[in-house]
């Protein structure tokens, strides 16, 4: 699109409005943009920061592209309606097709009924996120339109009920009964006619009427299934619970919800230490297990589970902790000011379709606000666009119910343009670099699994770490290469790999003990024992690192201090 424009040069400004970047949501995003780059002169890893700080260029080239593209005409924004509620029929038709076991289920993902998201929570919070377009064109369509809305509005709901994503099951029962109710009580600022009211308050019934039906009918369907969604993955625990399932679902929901207050309670001390830029964009799984120190290694039935967090699991302490105070101050302000949109489209708009618009996505904010508030959509580039489409059709709106007596130079906007075709043209290059690694990387850990050691090395020898070297578990692709050269013999390649992975990530507590390893067998003890103490100072239980820590203390002839490390290792089993 942005070659188009581009293209039509001068003539550009003749089709489009482009005086709606003097809009305060633009000089906003530009703050998020210029804090979110700022901030990456902290971090750790800039191979991580610089891909997300693209995301976030992406998703508001998004908005800008959606103001101008929805504000040229009406037609612009029915059609954008319809599209949106096509693509949640098929993706609601996908997690239906994986629930009854009749199709999709190739598909990867942790639990059923993950749609193309993996994640059953990403998933349900990706149809929220369609729900307020859909909800638009149940009450406005009319026709067979309408008849596909309302067919689309029952699966989605039903869906989002399947998935048992807590969070946008409060966030979708919020939205629905706070949007008809808006409707039904009749808002003075709607001032329906008499017809308007009766054809309003008939849709919005029936919109109730679907969403309560959806809902028991995924309860009668979870009930009558052997699906078990909020099924812990801790097997110790089953032979502990004897409980019935909803039981159960209840104590891991209380255990999950203790969970993310821990996490949110560190996360507040990351942001406080760094308070002006934050750690980096990019860079709070790095820094995590530095706040955290009690990454737990257990050992259970001969199975080791370790937990990797990638998330604070809350988009608005994740900004906070990552790009500092500013950077949290411009998100709160982009949210206010679509808010605030809303609420003068509701108030000043001429025309009844736009009010009901704002006021539909309004509801969509506050319940897609509260679903990032205990959950992760930031973390995909689908949910953000979705949330600049929503967003790019409030500005449009606004601009046109609020024009600006100014003009544009045609030559500034063809900068511009030039501009963010130069950065998106850098980040497609990123991307595809970064998508090839991946592939690379996979093919290296099936290479690690099988101890094919040469193929490991080959593998990430391929992938180009300057654009991606953390693995989706945060683990640096050099630890894979010098775990092959160690267990190939070769002790000075891996401690080399060893210290590349860790400027990668200097708190990955395998990093840090494989290090403590090779600099034992290069006969460099005190060295060995810092590294070590470095990975139990993350991880104070990290069985590994004890036992190597107490090995080397054993042949430094330091007896007592190896035999308190053993003891230690053995109190702590």
């Not at 997690?95 to 193309?116: C, M, R």
Request: glycine share 6%; net charge positive.
């Amino acid at each position: 699109i942005i070659l188009v424009y581009i293209f039509q040069g001068s003539g550009l400004s003749h089709s489009y409005d482009f005086t709606v970047i003097f809009r305060a949501i633009f000089p906003i995003t530009i703050g998020c943009i210029v804090v979110s780059g700022l901030s990456l002169i902290k971090a750790i890893n800039l191979a991580d920061g610089v891909f997300e700080w693209l995301k976030l260029f992406v998703a508001f080239t998004c908005l800008y592209l959606a103001s101008l593209i929805l504000g040229r005409n009406k037609a612009s924004l029915s059609f954008l309606t319809k599209s949106v509620i096509l693509a949640a029929l098929i993706m609601g038709l996908i997690g239906l097709g994986q629930y009854f076991q009749i199709g999709f289920t190739e598909i990867p993902g942790n639990n059923i009924l993950y749609g193309t998201m993996v994640n059953a929570n990403l998933f349900a919070s990706a149809l929220f996120l369609m729900l307020p377009f859909i909800l638009f064109g149940a009450l406005q369509f009319s026709g067979s339109w309408y008849m596909l809305s309302l067919v689309t509005l029952t699966g989605v709901i039903h869906v989002i009920a399947l998935s048992e994503a807590r969070a946008v099951w409060g966030a979708t029962l919020i939205f629905i009964f706070g949007m008809v109710m808006f409707v039904l009580l009749g808002h003075p600022q709607l001032k329906f006619s008499p017809k308007e009211k009766y054809s309003y308050r008939r849709r919005s019934f029936t919109v109730i009427a679907i969403f309560l039906i959806s809902s028991v009918g995924a309860i009668w369907s979870h009930s009558h299934s052997n699906h078990h969604f909020c099924e812990f993955s801790t097997k110790p625990l089953q032979t502990e619970l004897q409980t019935s399932e909803p039981l159960r679902r209840s104590i891991q929901s209380l255990t999950d919800l203790k969970g993310r207050f821990r996490v949110w309670q560190k996360t507040l001390s990351m942001i406080t230490d760094a308070p002006f830029l934050g750690v980096g964009l990019g860079q709070w799984k790095i820094v995590w297990p530095a706040y955290e120190m009690s990454q737990k290694t257990l050992a259970s039935q001969g199975v080791r589970h370790e937990v990797r967090r990638q998330r604070p699991h809350n988009d608005f302490l994740w900004v906070c902790s990552e790009t500092g105070i500013l950077g949290f101050i411009a998100h709160l302000f982009f949210w206010g000011v679509l808010i605030g949109y809303s609420l003068r489209i509701i108030g000043h708009a001429g025309e009844i379709q736009d009010k009901i618009f704002a006021a539909v996505m309004l509801f969509g904010i506050i319940g897609f606000a509260m679903i990032s508030c205990v959950s992760f959509p930031k973390e995909r580039i689908f949910h953000s666009i979705f949330f600049m489409l929503i967003a790019g059709g409030l500005v449009a709106i606004y601009h046109q119910t609020f024009p600006i007596p100014k003009a544009v130079n045609a030559y500034k906007i063809l900068s511009l343009n030039f501009i963010i075709l130069t950065i998106l043209v850098f980040g497609l290059i990123c991307g595809y670099t970064r998508f090839e690694a991946e592939a690379h990387t996979k093919k290296a850990i099936a290479a690690y699994r099988a101890e094919d050691w040469n193929r490991v090395v080959t593998e990430i020898d391929k992938a180009n770490w300057r654009f991606y070297n953390l693995d989706p578990t945060s683990t640096p692709l050099f630890w894979y290469r010098g775990m092959a050269n160690f267990s190939l013999g070769r002790i000075e390649e891996a401690r080399s790999d060893f210290l590349k992975a860790h400027a990668h990530h200097p708190y990955h507590i395998h990093v840090l003990n494989n290090l403590g390893t090779c600099y034992a067998k290069l006969l460099n003890f005190d060295t060995a024992v810092d590294y070590y103490k470095r990975a139990l100072f993350i991880s104070p239980r990290f069985e590994q690192a004890i036992l190597n820590l107490g090995v080397v203390y054993f042949q430094m002839a330091k007896y007592r201090q190896a035999r308190q490390t053993f003891l230690e290792n053995v109190i702590h089993l």
